[in-house]
């Protein structure tokens, strides 16, 4: 599908009004959250897998938060609810809104040019560097590589230098021309706000997000994870055993793009307000500037599993992927640090969204999410926990979720 026509079709799919309340009672949805939970269940049972939490709101209301298996191998404390996780580029979603909300007081604008704001943000090309806007950052046309300079933040290499070095990258396309998820040049988005408002970028955040949505227990940075007192330590394989490690410092330095930590519960709401449902805090309008296609990503399309099955369509917007799964609208983000996954997508039309967060690499419980879409669409099951290959037996009252074959 051409670009034009493929961003037309999913700005159709946007602009569909929303729901209806959702189509399934909510009996049937309060089913499918308890088989979604014993799905997680099993999943935690894996050698591979610690601990899992996940969540599930429809119609305004917060279904279920729900924790499976282990915060560390080590203590045996038990995942819940309310369990904090490192949530990785999900982050990328609230300095959208932020940004948004600076826009519509008219601190920011989405056109603004960044350079002016940041002088010492340079691209390659000066002519470049002067046209790069906020909009650009927030939906990745910055014409950059992919994920440029996300191995010398991994090596521990400081922030400041790293945009410094932006400068010495060539470009793979005008800047606003093609998409290129970046973390180092999304976070620009940080310095943006600094420089318009006086105050810090986390600080921004919490007032106007995390406060007034009820997300008690989420917070920014290494710290801010340490010290919640019900934490997940982050696991990874070392010889073909799971290790618990000590969270890494590097992508919290660019913590509008990955340094948000956050509970089940806290998701929730963030899922919620994504739906409407805090329209004094994120009004619609707003939301649905966030939620509008801006820029096609093919890739989406072409990855493995769900992905190359449901997937329709699909596109970044501002801080979020707008699909078209199997023909409804899906807003979506997934992210990943060492020791940490998460996915959260919701389908606005519905009323129905879902967040799954764990402390492991494992690929496993990246399932859930199109197993919840699936099952609440009604669509053909398949197994895509991969619970059949792998020969993990679900409670009998679970075994719809993952019945079918690959």
């Given at each position: 599908?051409?670009?034009?026509?493929?961003?037309?079709?999913?700005?159709?799919?946007?602009?569909?009004?929303?729901?209806?309340?959702?189509?399934?009672?909510?009996?049937?949805?309060?089913?499918?959250?308890?088989?979604?939970?014993?799905?997680?269940?099993?999943?935690?049972?894996?050698?591979?897998?610690?601990?899992?939490?996940?969540?599930?709101?429809?119609?305004?209301?917060?279904?279920?938060?729900?924790?499976?298996?282990?915060?560390?191998?080590?203590?045996?404390?038990?995942?819940?609810?309310?369990?904090?996780?490192?949530?990785?580029?999900?982050?990328?979603?609230?300095?959208?809104?932020?940004?948004?909300?600076?826009?519509?007081?008219?601190?920011?604008?989405?056109?603004?040019?960044?350079?002016?704001?940041?002088?010492?943000?340079?691209?390659?090309?000066?002519?470049?560097?002067?046209?790069?806007?906020?909009?650009?950052?927030?939906?990745?046309?910055?014409?950059?590589?992919?994920?440029?300079?996300?191995?010398?933040?991994?090596?521990?290499?400081?922030?400041?230098?790293?945009?410094?070095?932006?400068?010495?990258?060539?470009?793979?396309?005008?800047?606003?021309?093609?998409?290129?998820?970046?973390?180092?040049?999304?976070?620009?988005?940080?310095?943006?706000?600094?420089?318009?408002?006086?105050?810090?970028?986390?600080?921004?955040?919490?007032?106007?997000?995390?406060?007034?949505?009820?997300?008690?227990?989420?917070?920014?940075?290494?710290?801010?994870?340490?010290?919640?007192?019900?934490?997940?330590?982050?696991?990874?394989?070392?010889?073909?055993?799971?290790?618990?490690?000590?969270?890494?410092?590097?992508?919290?330095?660019?913590?509008?793009?990955?340094?948000?930590?956050?509970?089940?519960?806290?998701?929730?709401?963030?899922?919620?307000?994504?739906?409407?449902?805090?329209?004094?805090?994120?009004?619609?309008?707003?939301l649905d500037e966030l939620h509008a296609p801006i820029v096609e990503t093919p890739g989406e399309i072409r990855g493995t599993g769900w992905r190359r099955q449901r997937l329709n369509a699909a596109a970044y917007g501002l801080g979020w992927r707008?699909?078209?799964?199997?023909?409804?609208?899906?807003?979506?983000?997934?992210?990943?640090?060492?020791?940490?996954?998460?996915?959260?997508?919701?389908?606005?039309?519905?009323?129905?969204?879902?967040?799954?967060?764990?402390?492991?690499?494992?690929?496993?419980?990246?399932?859930?999410?199109?197993?919840?879409?699936?099952?609440?669409?009604?669509?053909?099951?398949?197994?895509?926990?991969?619970?059949?290959?792998?020969?993990?037996?679900?409670?009998?009252?679970?075994?719809?979720?993952?019945?079918?074959?690959?």
């Amino acid at each position: 599908m051409r670009l034009t026509a493929l961003l037309v079709a999913l700005a159709a799919l946007s602009a569909a009004q929303p729901a209806r309340p959702a189509t399934a009672d909510r009996e049937r949805v309060d089913l499918l959250a308890a088989d979604l939970a014993r799905s997680a269940d099993a999943l935690a049972t894996l050698p591979q897998v610690a601990g899992i939490g996940l969540v599930v709101v429809h119609d305004g209301r917060t279904v279920l938060a729900h924790g499976s298996g282990v915060r560390d191998i080590g203590s045996g404390d038990a995942v819940d609810g309310g369990t904090v996780f490192r949530v990785a580029s999900l982050s990328k979603g609230f300095a959208a809104a932020v940004a948004g909300l600076l826009v519509r007081e008219g601190a920011l604008r989405w056109d603004m040019l960044v350079q002016p704001w940041l002088p010492g943000f340079q691209l390659a090309n000066p002519d470049d560097s002067q046209r790069v806007t906020l909009r650009d950052i927030l939906s990745h046309r910055v014409g950059l590589p992919y994920n440029t300079l996300d191995r010398r933040l991994e090596a521990d290499e400081p922030y400041p230098l790293l945009v410094q070095a932006l400068q010495d990258i060539p470009l793979r396309c005008p800047v606003g021309d093609c998409y290129g998820y970046q973390n180092i040049a999304f976070s620009l988005v940080g310095d943006m706000v600094f420089a318009t408002t006086g105050e810090f970028y986390s600080f921004q955040v919490e007032k106007r997000l995390f406060a007034p949505l009820g997300m008690d227990t989420a917070t920014y940075g290494r710290e801010g994870l340490e010290g919640s007192g019900n934490w997940a330590r982050p696991h990874i394989r070392v010889q073909n055993r799971l290790q618990p490690v000590t969270a890494k410092e590097t992508y919290y330095r660019v913590a509008p793009a990955a340094g948000v930590n956050a509970s089940p519960r806290d998701l929730g709401q963030w899922l919620l307000a994504q739906m409407g449902g805090f329209p004094d805090a994120l009004p619609r309008e707003l939301l649905d500037e966030l939620h509008a296609p801006i820029v096609e990503t093919p890739g989406e399309i072409r990855g493995t599993g769900w992905r190359r099955q449901r997937l329709n369509a699909a596109a970044y917007g501002l801080g979020w992927r707008i699909m078209d799964y199997a023909g409804e609208r899906l807003v979506f983000h997934a992210g990943a640090v060492q020791g940490y996954r998460a996915m959260l997508g919701f389908l606005p039309d519905h009323g129905f969204g879902f967040a799954v967060v764990w402390n492991s690499e494992a690929g496993q419980p990246a399932g859930l999410l199109p197993v919840a879409l699936d099952r609440f669409l009604g669509l053909p099951e398949v197994d895509w926990l991969e619970l059949n290959r792998l020969n993990v037996r679900l409670p009998p009252s679970a075994q719809a979720t993952a019945s079918g074959s690959d």
